[in-house]
């Protein structure tokens, strides 16, 4: 796409223009989401394969660290080879959070025969909160103050150390996390390039990515977009209700269509499904149909992409969700900040542990598509409730741009990161 922008200057013959041609630039794009896309799907199976398959993947992940960390110095045992009470080892196993709030179909049911109200809840955390930790074949319950049970989430999976006691409760000393991932070397850019997450709906908002808003310097900089990419819930921007429903679908999709194209035409555009939109609900979620899009489609800048979404622009890793796993995590735990539950799960390797506990997952059989295989170099939550990021810096000198990003229609705020120094700002529309 060719920019033509005209700056007046006057001279002695009169009024002069001045043409300046501005390129759109561009860099190399890979989807590397093909592990969202081919997930298994068979319902027959149990959700008990997922947290296998789970923890045979961070026990491989966990062994460099737990070496790291511990040397050899104790024993790496499973839970039914616990026999010395009081004997220091280490355990690796999936946590498990007992919360007495957290809804149960069973106690609902229970307490709609006896006729009582029960509130609704949207936070389920309590003093009473309890941890066990679990493998294959057993459980045995946590204790310790090296275990925070409110900073943590049914699901994570990590390395134990600590000895059982005569009741068969194990006393936690310390504990190893499987740790951000190593980090491939960062391209180095001689120019900016910018991507942006979560852009919808507003005409200002097209006119400044069209190069049509601001001095011809300031559009200069926007040429340097690269891509865009809408975090979710573009079907929910376009409806004036908090629940989207069938008919809403049907009003916004062609106005969703055209915007799409019209983006389309002027910058790579990838675009995520969200929990509001018309697509499943369990995660991974699939690209939206394509006959949502008769008009977007004939672009080939315009991608259908998943979510998650893991993707490799000009050699930055990119990987982020429509927001849903973060959220649930700070429903079941004393996390309050979008930022800190982003960091946890780069600690914890996961993209979203509390799957399929607490969010809605496909019962995957043989692997769990939401490890985090490849340290992102930028890594993003959308829908959040405010615009928030922060570069965080590994043990390893991994460095990761984190970029919550704002719910647009009720926002109207955008993320623009910068791939060549990692920088990170925000624009306002409204």
Known sequence: ML???????????????????????????????????QVSRDFSKQYAHIYSARLNTFRNILAPAIKKKWSNTYKILKLCELRDKGTTCIIVGTIFKHQELK??????????????????????????????????LQRIKLVGDCIDVHQVVTGVV????????EDGIFTVKDVCWPGCHIQKPLPKLNEDRFTAEHMVSLHLLMEWLCGLAGSSEYQGEISNIVRV???GGVFANYSTEKVLNESDVIASAELV?????????VVPFD???GCKDPTGIML????????LFPKATEYKTFNRVSNPYECDIGGFLCLGTSGEPIKDIMRYSKLDNSL????KTLEWRHLGPTCPDTVPCTPCIDTDPFTIYNCPAIYFSGNSDKFATELYKGEDGQRVRLVCVPDFCESQTVAVVNLASLECHSMTFS
């Open 271 to 273: 675009l995520m499904p």
């Open 103 to 136: 809804p149960s179909i069973l106690k609902e049911l229970s307490d709609q025969l006896e006729i009582i109200p029960q509130p609704t809840r949207t936070y389920f955390v309590a003093d009473s909160d309890s941890l066990v930790l679990e493998d294959e």
């Open 340 to 343: 800190d539950v982003l960091k």
């Open 229 to 231: 990419i809408v975090a």
């Open 158 to 165: 990590c390395a134990i150390l600590g000895s059982e006691d």
């Open 3 to 37: 920019f033509k922008i005209e700056s007046g200057s006057t001279s002695k013959s009169g009024n002069e223009f001045q043409t300046v041609e501005l390129d759109r630039q561009n860099v190399d794009y890979t989807d590397c989401s093909k592990r969202f896309y």
């Open 257 to 265: 269509d055209s915007f799409a194209a019209s983006l389309s035409a």
């Open 284 to 291: 991974p979620q699939k690209p939206f149909h394509y006959c």
